[in-house]
C-alpha cells in the first residue's frame, strides 16, 4: 500500500487527511502510543488542524523552537513569535523515538490526529520563559502548548488531522479560518478588524468600535476569549452570549461574530503578535489591541509603555499582514448622552466592572451604560445575592455539632428561602457517595472533594448545598471553596467545640473506643484537625442550643443579602 509510507501534502485550508487515510491510520492507531490534550493543548491543536497557526503544519521541531527563541522566527525565516510544540512528560518521552507515529486524542479517548515524530527532547523551561516574559514572568501565565510543569519534555513533528476537537456550543459561529475568509470575500468586506474580546461589552465600546471602524471603513469580527476548561464554564457561555446580543447593535453588514479557539496567554507582546499572526490567517488586516491585554483594559490607557507596544505591532505589520488599532479611550458627553473618544487617559470610564457591580447588588443599571440583550446576559451569571445559590459547610471533630446545625439549618432554609436545598451530612455521604474511602488523608481529602463536587453543581443551579463533614485539612477546604466561589456564595462555619466538650457528648461512643485502643486515627486524638484560619463563622456549641447556633448562622445570611428579596 504505497500511500501509506509517505506523508500526504495538506490541502491548504486544514491539516485533515482524505478520510482513506483517516481510515487507515485508525487501523494503524492500536499500536500508537497516546497523548492525552488538557483543554489548552486542545486549543492549540485545533488551531494548527484548521490553520490559524499557517505557516506551521505541525509541532515545532528542534530547529524551529531553537530559532523561534533566538530570533523570534522559523528556521525558514518566516516571523513567529512563541513556541508551539507538544509537551508530555518525561516518562512517555523516554518511551518513543524520531520517525515514530503517535496518536493524539482528547480526554476521552477520541483520535484526534497522528503526529509523525520529528525530535524529542528536554527544553530550557527557564530559558523559554525569560524570552517569552523576560524578568516578569506571571504566576498564572499559560504556555499552554507546553503546560510545561506537567510536561517537562517537547515533541515536534508533522500533524495528519483526523478531527477536529468536539464542540457542541455554538456550533454556527465556528467558522475556520478559511470558512471566515470566504465569507469576507463573499460579503465584499475587504477590510476587516479582528476584535477578540474577553469580557462583556457594552455601550462605550460600541461607540469606541464604531468609530474605528467607520473611520478605517471596515467590518468587525469579534470573537470570545475562550476560557479552555474539560467542561463549558458559565463564563463561556455568559461571554458569548453577551456577545452576540453586543453584535446585533450593528448593522448587520458591520460586525459579526465567530469562535475561534483562542484563550488569553497573558504573554505580553509576543502573544499580541500571535494574536496577529491568527487575525491574519483568519482572513481580517486589522486587529484591536486592548491596553497590554490586561484584564481591565481602560487602565493607564495612555501610558508610554501601551503606546510602544502598538508601535511595535505596527513595525511587525510586513511580516503579520495586520494592522493594530490601538483602543481608544472613550468617555461620556454629558450634553449628547453619548459616548466619545477622548485623548484625557485619566477620565477613562470602565462600565464593565460598575455594570457587574450594579448586577450583583440587584440594582438597575443605568442605561447610557448597556444594553438590556447583554445585560440579560450577563444576569444568567451575576445574580444578586438573594438570587445566587450557596453552600453552607460545617467543619469541625466529631461531636462538635455539625450535623446537628446542619439539620437545624436544612429545616429553616427549606421553611423560608424558596431555593432548592439538600443535606450532604458527612456520616450519609460516607454511606453512600465515599462508602469505599478510608479514614487516611488522601482519601478524607478526595471525600471533601467529592462534596464540594456535588455542592457546586447544587449552587450552580441555584440551590442551597448544606455540608457537614469533618473536613480536617486545610487544603481539601480551600478547593472546596474554590469549586463553589465560582458559582454562588461559600460560608465555611468552623464549629470550633473543644475536644473536651466532643468527647463527654460521644454521641457515637468512637472516643470511648478511640482512648481504648479500638478504632484508630480518630480526628482530634490521633489524627489532626487543621482549624481553618479565616472562616465566614465560628461556632463553639458548647453553651449554645442548637437552635441559638442555628440563628447565628442565619443573622449571618442575612446580613450579608443571601435571603430575602
Ligand atoms: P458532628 O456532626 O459534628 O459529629 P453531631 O451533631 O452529630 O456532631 O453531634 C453533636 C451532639 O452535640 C448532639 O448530640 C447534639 O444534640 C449536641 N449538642 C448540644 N448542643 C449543641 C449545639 N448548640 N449545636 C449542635 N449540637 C449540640
Sequence with gaps: MQYSDSLPAHNAESLLVHFRRVELLKSQATDFKSVFLNPHQLCDLEMLVNRAYYPLDGYMCREDYESVLDGMQLADGTVWPLPICLGVDEAFAAGVEAGESIAIRDAEGFMLAVLTIGDVWQPDLEREARVIWGDDVPADGVNAAQ?????????????????????YDFNELRLTPAELHRYFSEKGWRKVIGVQAGRALHKADRAMLEEIALEENASLVLSPLMFPSMYSSVDHFTLVRCLQEF????????????????????????????????????????????????????????????????????????????????????????????????????????????????????????????????????????????????????????????????????VKMLEMSGRPVTLLDGDVVRKNLSSELSFSKEHRDLNVTRIGFV???????????????????????????????????????????????????????????????????????????????????????????????????????????????
Design 147 to 167: 503546560c510545561s510543569a506537567a510536561n517537562p519534555w517537547y515533541i515536534g513533528g508533522r500533524v495528519e488531522g483526523l478531527a477536529f476537537p468536539q464542540h
Design 247 to 410: 453584535v446585533a447593535t450593528f448593522p448587520k453588514n458591520m460586525a459579526m461574530l465567530n469562535l475561534m479557539p483562542w484563550f488569553e496567554r497573558k504573554m505580553g507582546p509576543k502573544g499580541a503578535l500571535l494574536r496577529a499572526i491568527v487575525n491574519k490567517n483568519y482572513g481580517c488586516t486589522h486587529m484591536l489591541v486592548w491596553d497590554s491585554g490586561k484584564a481591565e483594559p481602560r487602565l493607564n490607557v495612555d501610558t508610554d509603555e501601551f503606546q510602544k507596544h502598538v508601535d511595535w505591532l505596527a513595525e511587525q505589520r510586513d511580516a503579520t499582514g495586520i494592522v493594530p488599532i490601538r483602543e481608544r479611550c472613550m468617555v461620556l458627553d454629558e450634553a449628547s448622552g453619548k459616548y466619545v473618544s477622548s485623548d484625557c487617559g485619566s477620565l477613562c470610564v470602565n462600565d464593565h466592572n460598575a455594570v457587574i457591580s450594579f448586577l450583583k447588588r440587584g440594582e438597575e443599571v443605568p442605561e447610557r451604560m448597556s444594553f438590556p440583550g447583554v445585560l440579560d446576559a450577563l444576569r444568567m451569571k451575576y445574580k444578586p445575592r438573594s438570587k445566587q445559590g450557596f453552600c453552607l459547610f460545617f467543619t469541625g471533630l466529631s461531636g462538635a455539632g455539625k450535623s446537628t446545625l446542619a439539620k437545624v439549618l436544612y
Design 455 to 565: 455542592a457546586s453543581e447544587i449552587v450552580k443551579n441555584g440551590g442551597v448545598a448544606v455540608c457537614a463533614p469533618i473536613a480536617p485539612y486545610a487544603e481539601a477546604r480551600r478547593e472546596v471553596r474554590r469549586m463553589i466561589e465560582e458559582y454562588g456564595g461559600f460560608v465555611e462555619i468552623h464549629v470550633s467545640t473543644p475536644i473536651e466538650v466532643c468527647e463527654q457528648r460521644d454521641r457515637k461512643g468512637i472516643y470511648a473506643k478511640a482512648r481504648a485502643g479500638i478504632i484508630k486515627g480518630l480526628t482530634g486524638v490521633d489524627d489532626p484537625y487543621i482549624a481553618p484560619e479565616n472562616p465566614e463563622l465560628r461556632i463553639d456549641t458548647s453553651e449554645l442550643t442548637p437552635n441559638e447556633g442555628a440563628q447565628v448562622v442565619l443573622c449571618f445570611l442575612a446580613d450579608q443579602k443571601y435571603l430575602g428579596q
